[in-house]
Nanobody, 118 residues
Protein backbone atom coordinates (compact mmCIF):
# COMPACT_ATOMS: atom_id res chain seq x y z
CA UNK A 1 0.00 0.00 0.00
CA UNK A 2 1.35 3.37 -1.03
CA UNK A 3 0.33 6.64 0.54
CA UNK A 4 0.88 9.95 -1.21
CA UNK A 5 0.41 13.20 0.69
CA UNK A 6 0.51 16.54 -1.12
CA UNK A 7 1.22 19.94 0.34
CA UNK A 8 2.05 23.44 -0.84
CA UNK A 9 -1.13 24.53 -2.57
CA UNK A 10 -2.69 27.91 -1.97
CA UNK A 11 -3.67 31.24 -3.45
CA UNK A 12 -1.24 33.22 -5.58
CA UNK A 13 -1.46 36.13 -7.97
CA UNK A 14 -0.91 35.68 -11.68
CA UNK A 15 2.79 35.68 -12.45
CA UNK A 16 3.66 34.24 -9.06
CA UNK A 17 5.15 30.92 -8.04
CA UNK A 18 4.26 27.97 -5.87
CA UNK A 19 5.96 24.69 -5.07
CA UNK A 20 3.96 21.56 -4.48
CA UNK A 21 5.39 18.65 -2.54
CA UNK A 22 4.31 15.04 -2.40
CA UNK A 23 5.67 12.59 0.13
CA UNK A 24 5.37 8.89 -0.59
CA UNK A 25 5.25 6.29 2.14
CA UNK A 26 4.36 2.66 2.52
CA UNK A 27 5.33 0.25 -0.24
CA UNK A 28 6.91 3.04 -2.27
CA UNK A 29 9.61 0.70 -3.60
CA UNK A 30 7.08 -0.26 -6.29
CA UNK A 31 6.96 3.29 -7.60
CA UNK A 32 9.18 3.86 -10.63
CA UNK A 33 7.50 7.04 -11.76
CA UNK A 34 5.74 9.91 -10.05
CA UNK A 35 3.77 12.75 -11.45
CA UNK A 36 1.07 15.35 -11.18
CA UNK A 37 -2.40 15.63 -12.64
CA UNK A 38 -4.80 18.51 -12.21
CA UNK A 39 -8.51 19.03 -12.55
CA UNK A 40 -10.29 22.34 -12.83
CA UNK A 41 -14.04 22.69 -12.20
CA UNK A 42 -16.03 21.46 -15.17
CA UNK A 43 -12.94 20.23 -17.01
CA UNK A 44 -11.34 16.88 -17.64
CA UNK A 45 -8.40 15.78 -15.57
CA UNK A 46 -5.12 16.80 -17.18
CA UNK A 47 -1.82 14.95 -17.05
CA UNK A 48 0.60 17.75 -16.20
CA UNK A 49 4.07 16.39 -15.42
CA UNK A 50 5.93 13.23 -14.51
CA UNK A 51 9.39 11.95 -13.75
CA UNK A 52 10.75 8.44 -14.21
CA UNK A 53 13.10 7.25 -11.51
CA UNK A 54 15.29 5.00 -13.63
CA UNK A 55 16.63 7.59 -16.05
CA UNK A 56 15.20 10.89 -14.76
CA UNK A 57 13.11 11.25 -17.90
CA UNK A 58 10.57 14.03 -17.46
CA UNK A 59 7.27 14.74 -19.16
CA UNK A 60 5.37 18.03 -19.32
CA UNK A 61 2.11 18.91 -20.95
CA UNK A 62 2.27 21.67 -23.52
CA UNK A 63 0.22 23.90 -21.24
CA UNK A 64 2.93 24.00 -18.55
CA UNK A 65 6.13 23.36 -20.48
CA UNK A 66 8.72 26.02 -19.69
CA UNK A 67 6.88 27.17 -16.55
CA UNK A 68 6.72 24.06 -14.35
CA UNK A 69 9.58 21.86 -13.22
CA UNK A 70 9.22 18.42 -11.68
CA UNK A 71 11.92 16.93 -9.51
CA UNK A 72 12.32 14.06 -7.09
CA UNK A 73 14.33 13.49 -3.94
CA UNK A 74 14.82 9.74 -3.76
CA UNK A 75 16.30 9.88 -0.28
CA UNK A 76 13.00 11.16 1.11
CA UNK A 77 10.64 9.69 -1.53
CA UNK A 78 9.37 13.17 -2.23
CA UNK A 79 8.42 14.67 -5.58
CA UNK A 80 8.15 18.39 -6.18
CA UNK A 81 6.38 20.54 -8.73
CA UNK A 82 7.86 24.02 -8.99
CA UNK A 83 5.31 26.23 -10.70
CA UNK A 84 6.35 29.62 -12.02
CA UNK A 85 4.68 32.36 -14.03
CA UNK A 86 1.33 31.04 -12.90
CA UNK A 87 -1.79 31.90 -14.85
CA UNK A 88 -5.45 31.93 -13.82
CA UNK A 89 -5.99 28.90 -16.06
CA UNK A 90 -3.61 26.95 -13.81
CA UNK A 91 -6.27 27.06 -11.10
CA UNK A 92 -7.19 23.48 -10.25
CA UNK A 93 -6.91 20.70 -7.73
CA UNK A 94 -3.49 19.13 -8.20
CA UNK A 95 -3.05 15.42 -7.56
CA UNK A 96 0.20 13.60 -6.94
CA UNK A 97 0.43 10.17 -8.50
CA UNK A 98 2.77 7.23 -8.47
CA UNK A 99 3.09 4.15 -10.60
CA UNK A 100 5.27 1.46 -12.06
CA UNK A 101 5.52 3.23 -15.42
CA UNK A 102 4.52 6.37 -17.27
CA UNK A 103 1.99 7.83 -17.04
CA UNK A 104 1.92 7.16 -13.31
CA UNK A 105 -1.62 6.52 -12.15
CA UNK A 106 -1.58 3.49 -9.85
CA UNK A 107 -1.62 5.57 -6.68
CA UNK A 108 -3.21 8.94 -6.01
CA UNK A 109 -2.94 11.56 -3.32
CA UNK A 110 -5.89 13.43 -1.91
CA UNK A 111 -5.24 16.57 -3.94
CA UNK A 112 -4.24 20.13 -3.10
CA UNK A 113 -5.97 23.28 -4.33
CA UNK A 114 -4.06 25.84 -6.35
CA UNK A 115 -5.83 29.10 -7.07
CA UNK A 116 -4.32 31.80 -9.28
CA UNK A 117 -5.98 35.18 -9.18
CA UNK A 118 -5.82 37.63 -12.07
Amino acid sequence: QVQLVESGGGLVQAGGSLRLSCAASGSSVSINAMGWYRQAPGKQREYVAAIRQSNHYTYYSDSVKGRFTISRDRSTNTVYLQMSNLRPEDTAVYYCTGGSSLPPRDNWGQGTQVTVSS
